[in-house]
C-alpha cells in the first residue's frame, strides 16, 4: 500500500473525530501534492478508460474503481449524516462502516442472487450490491431504515438492518456471530437442492457470504460454524459458503491481538484461507476476487481475512478520545481507506481535485436529502402494526393445506404398501405413531428434511425416527454433527432454500444452549424482515421428565419456559400418538403457509407408555388418524366434556396422570371430573382456556413445568383475565429446581397423589 503522504490531523484534537474525519477527507483532496502517475518511460499516461485496468495487472477497471469508490462515499456520508441527525431525533442508529468501506469490493466480485448475511458495517457492500439492479437507490433505502420509518424497505422500520429482498441481504441483528451457522446451512442448502429435486430460488453455483469482526471470530458461534464448516468440506461435501472476516483490530475498545486472525484461521485444513487488503482497492481487489472465485468454482468454505481499519469509533457513543491516546486515533485515522482512494483517484487522473470534491459534497447532499425525506415518512404507530409480520397466521389456509391429503402414491411408497399404512394397524404408543406421522409428512413434503444427533441408521435414542432413513435415503434424513447451534443454523439454511427442515433436539435441556438460534435468529427474522424472509421450520424436541429409566436432569428436563416467551414461535406437545399425527399436520402447514418457525414437543417418558390405568390395559394407544385429519392450532382436548365439579388442566406427561388421579377423585369425593389437555402451549389459547373455565365449580392446574414461570402461570392468568378467578383453584406444579437422579426425581415432579390431595384440599 502507498503511503499516506500527508500528516494528517495533526492539528485536530478535537472531540468529535467524524468532523475530524470529514475534514480530513477535503484537507487530504486540497493538499495533495503528487503527480499524475508517470508511465515506466516517463511520459505522462492517460487516465485509464473503462475496461482498463486501473494499475497495470490489476482486476479493477477504470469503471470499477469509480463506482467502487462512490459507494465508499455513500456509506461513509451515511455515517456521517447519522451523527448529525441522530441528536435531532431523526435517525435512531450511529453504528457505522468507516473504516470498513473495502467490502464493498465483495459485493462488487459477487452477485445480487448470492445470499449475503452480513456484519453491521457493511454500507459498502449494500451501496455496491445496489447496482447489481436497475433502478434501486441505496441512499433512500438506506436512510428509511434509519429514521424506522414505516416505508422502510428491508425491516418496515422495525430496525436499523441491512437487509434487501430483491439483493437477497437476509437482514441482521446485531447478536454478534449468530448469523454464521446460518449462513454455513445456506451454502450446505444450495448444494443439497440438487441432490433432493428441490428447485432453488437462486442459480445453482450460488455462494453464501457471511461478514463479521475480528473479535466476533472468537465467539462460540462463530467457531462453531468453522468447525462444522471444515467438517463438512473434510468429507468431500460441498460447502460454498465466503467468511469474510473484517479486521479492524478492534472490538468496541478490547483489540485484538496483533496478528491472532492470520494465525487463528491461516493454518485450518478445509477452511481454505485468502488474504486481501480491505483499505486499498487497486491492491485488494484481485485478492478479493481470488476468494470469490476459489469459494464458487471449489465449494469449499472459504475464509477472506480482509483488512480494515475503524474510524470514528465504534458507534456515535463510543467517543473514543476519552479512551485511546490521541496519537493512537491520528494514526487510525490516517489509515481511512478513503484517503487512499482518493489518493488513486487523483495519481491516476480518474478525477481531478474538484472533481473528486464535487463528488464528496454531491453525496453528502444526497445522503443528508435523503434523510430529512426519510424523516418525513411515517413511522410505525400502532401496536398492530408492529406486530403483524412476526406470527401471520391464516387459520383456513392452513386448516387446508394440514388437511391436504393428494400425496397417496408417494405415501404408499413410504410406507411400503397398502398393507402397511398406520390407519390398517392396530391402535399403537406415541413413539410408533410420531414415526408414523413423521413418514407421512415427509412423504407429504418431498421438500422435507429430518437431521439430528443419531436420527438417521439408530432412529434416534429412542428409536422414533426407525425407518425414515430406509424410507427417504440420506439426502433427507441425516445424521449432523453433534452441536446443536449447527442443527439449527442448518434448519434455518434449508428453510432461506425454500426447503422445510425438520430438525431434532435430542433433549429439550440441550435445546438451551442453542436457543439463540432459534430467539434471535430464526424466530425474528420474519419481524426483522417484514415478513419479506420465512424461515418455516419444525423443530421437534424430546422432553419433559418422569423418565423411569434414564434419570437425571439433562434427560427429564421441564424447563418450557425459554420456549413459551420467544415472540412467535409455535410450541405444540402432544401426550398421545394420534395427537401427534394430527398436530404434525398442523405444524407443518403452519411452516408451509404462513412460515412459522414451530417446535414440537415429544414427552419422552409418554413414547412408549400403552396402558392408562392399569397393566396391560392398552388405553393409552390410538387409532392413527388418517391424512385428511388435523388439529387447529390452539384447540385443547377435552375428557368428559359435560363434568363440572373439577376441571383440571394440564398437557403432556398430566394428561394420563390427571385421568389416573380423575378416577380417585371420584370415587372419593363424588365429583365428576373433567381433564382439559392444552395440547398447545404457545401461543396460550385463552379463550379456549376461559370458555373451559366457565361452568368449572373447582379448578387444579397441573404443570409438569417449573413452578416459577411455567405453563401453569399462563393458564391461571387467562382464567384470572377470563373473570373466573373467584372460583376455588389449586395448582400442582413442579419445584424450581434441577431434575436429580433415581427417585428423587419425583420428589420435585408433580404425581398423581399430589393432584389427589389438591381436590382434598379444595373439597375441604
Ligand atoms: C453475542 C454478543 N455479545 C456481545 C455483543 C456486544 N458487541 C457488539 S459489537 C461488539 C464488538 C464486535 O467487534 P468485532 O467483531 O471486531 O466487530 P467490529 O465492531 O470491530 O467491526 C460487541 C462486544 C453482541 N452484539 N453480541
Ligand atoms: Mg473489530
Redesign the pocket.
Known sequence: MTAIPFALSARHKGFNRAEIVDQNFTEFVQLWQGDVRSAPDGDRRESPRDGQPVLPGSALDARGFRELLESQLISRHLDLMARVLRVQNKVFYT?GSSG?EGNAMVARLTRHTDPAFL???SGGFMAERFRKLPGMDPVMDSTLSFAASKDDPASGGRHKVWGSKPLWVLPQT?????HLPKALGTAVAIEQARRIGHALPIPDDSIAICS????????A?AQTAFNAAAWTAYQKLPAPVLFVC???????S?K?PTGWVASNFQQRSNLDYFYADGLDLAEGYAQVQRAVEHCRTTRRPTFLHLR?T?VMG?AGTDFEIEWRSIEELFAVEASDPLLRSAEIALELGLYSKEELLELYEATRKRCFAGAEEADRRPKLERLDDVMAPLAPYTPAKVKAEAERADYAERRLAAFGGEAKLPESQPPRHLAIQIGQALHDVMAKYPESLLFGEDVAQKGGVYTVTKGLHKAFRNTRVFNTLLDETIILGLAQGYANMGMLPIPEIQYLAYFHNAG?QIRGEASSLQFFSNDQYRNPMVMRIASLGYQRGFGGHFHNDNSITALRDIPGLVVGCASRGDDAATMLRTLMALARVDGRVCAFLEPIALYMTKDLYEAGDGQWQFAYPAPGEAMTLGEGRVYNDDANDLVIFTFGNGVPMALRAARTIESGQGWKVRVVDLRWLAPLNDAFIAAQAKNARRIIVLDEGRKSAGVGEGVITAIVEGGFGSTPLARVVGADTFTPLAGAAFLVLPGEADVVAAAKKLAG
Not at 174 to 178: E, F, L, P, R, V
Not at 246 to 252: C, L, M, P
Open positions: 453504528i470498513h456484519h453491521y458495517r446485531s447478536t454478534i456471530a449468530s463479521f469482526g475480528d473479535a466476533s471470530s472468537n465467539h458461534t473484517e479486521d479492524n483490530g478492534i472490538g468496541i478490547v485484538t480494515t475503524r465504534h439463540d
